[in-house]
């Protein structure tokens, strides 16, 4: 059967039964927006969960990925190929790594943080360094690696028995500084905790963090999978900071929905892995990495970084005007927006929204999570002023 009228029964019967029922079929995208397989347009300021960041079918994208598939898709890390040294420089200009840093590809965000995992159990030390941090409320992905970091119990059980020697702090100075002594070989953090709600953490975190582990020899290594490549106003979130990590997780975002993850460290980071000691078919393969380049250049080009700047503040201020009592709070940092509701709605509020032709997202009953591609301009964001209103009214 071909017909996509009775979709969801045909999601219901071949789709493994891990995800919950689809909310639409999408079967197209430019810029901003994507259509339905009824036709109906949206608009969509959740991106593929801050992945398109030059929104759907950017022809630069287009462009760059059917001219390296009908170049070189794949050869395997037997060799090397131009768009991945390519990428692999970029990032380490961007990142600030330098000469010192090394960059290792996989295929997604959880590879990437798998990626970091094995980094931390290579820094021993006299080999009593066994402890790894990360923090309540975290998400780090979905692999029995990655899900061990994941700081949210629901999330873990089903699958326990998980990594030995992770520790789930809380998100506070104190907690750090109590957990923090020669035995922890990393520290994982997010700059700002995107499937928690957007959360930011608080101040001077992440200087103090700097500082602790440098002391004690533990790794800093930042989870930038979701605030990277430019979405909070600076290629990445740590760069507003004023602190170096030794290891920072990207994916998401790099490649524009092109599967990609990368881990970039820095310093004597780059050190520790040695040949033979990780790998992946697929990762850092000339398409993947070709993307990436397109992406990257693309923002660059055109004033990407500014405007996620720019439209997370005019987003803020729209927001504020509207002037909803369902809106209690605003945070995150550029084109990542947390609000949180004064009521446990986020599910109804991002159905109301849907229903009018809005995709936001709801990563919990309280929070609604915005994530627009980074090429939003005016016209767009008047569109979310409207659309955004009348889903806020609908759900009052
Ligand atoms: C999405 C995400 C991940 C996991 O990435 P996948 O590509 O889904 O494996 C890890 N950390 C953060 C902060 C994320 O937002």
């Known amino acids: 059967m071909t017909d996509n009228d009775n979709w969801r029964e045909r999601f219901g019967a071949a789709m493994m039964g891990s995800f919950a029922s689809p909310i639409a079929m999408l079967v197209r995208g ?27 079918a950017h022809p630069v994208l287009v462009d760059a990925v059917s001219t390296q598939v009908a170049t070189l898709a794949h050869v395997s890390n037997y060799f090397a190929t131009p768009p991945q040294l390519e990428l692999a420089e970029r990032l380490r200009r961007i990142t600030g790594a330098g000469d010192r840093g090394r960059v290792f590809f996989g295929n997604s965000g959880a590879e990437a943080i798998e990626a970091a995992i094995k980094l931390a159990r290579l820094n021993r030390g006299d080999g009593s360094r066994t402890r790894i941090l990360s923090l309540v409320n975290s998400f780090h992905g979905r692999t029995m690696g990655s899900l061990s970091l994941t700081g949210k119990a629901a999330m873990r059980e089903a699958f326990e028995p998980l990594l030995p020697g992770v520790e789930h702090i809380a998100t506070t100075i104190e907690a750090l500084e109590e957990a923090m002594d020669g035995t922890v070989a990393a520290l994982f953090v997010e700059p700002i905790k995107g499937e928690a709600g957007v959360i930011d953490l608080p101040d001077g975190y992440l200087q103090r963090a700097r500082e602790l582990t440098e002391q004690h020899g533990a790794l800093l290594i930042l989870d930038e999978i979701q605030t990277g490549v430019g979405r909070t106003g600076t290629w990445f979130a740590f760069q507003q900071h ?15 929905g092109v599967p990609i993850g990368a881990l970039v460290t820095f310093g004597w980071a780059s050190d520790l892995f040695k040949p033979g000691q990780h790998g992946s078919t697929f990762g850092g393969n000339p398409l993947a990495t070709a993307a990436g380049n397109a992406v990257l250049g693309e923002i660059e080009r055109a004033g990407l970084i500014d405007n996620a700047a720019h439209l997370g503040s005019r987003l803020r201020q729209i927001v504020a005007e509207i002037g909803s009592p369902l809106i209690a709070e605003i945070r995150g940092q550029g084109a990542l927006v947390g609000l949180g509701l004064s009521k446990p709605v ?3 509020l991002a159905a109301a929204a849907f229903a009018v032709g809005l ?5 919990n009953e309280s929070s609604i999570r915005l994530a627009p591609p980074l090429i939003v301009g005016d016209a767009e964001l008047d569109e979310f002023r409207e659309l955004f209103a009348k889903a806020l009214e609908a759900v009052a």
Do not use: C, M, Q
Request: zero cysteines.
């Open 242 to 256: 004023g602190i170096v990590p030794d290891a920072l997780a990207l994916a998401k975002g790099i490649a524009g």
């Open 346 to 348: 986020a599910a109804e």
């Open 30 to 56: 430019e810029g901003a927006h994507v259509w339905d397989s009824e036709g109906t347009r949206y608009l969509d300021f959740l991106a593929g969960i801050a992945v398109n960041a030059l929104g759907h």
């Open 359 to 363: 995709i936001i997202n709801a990563p």
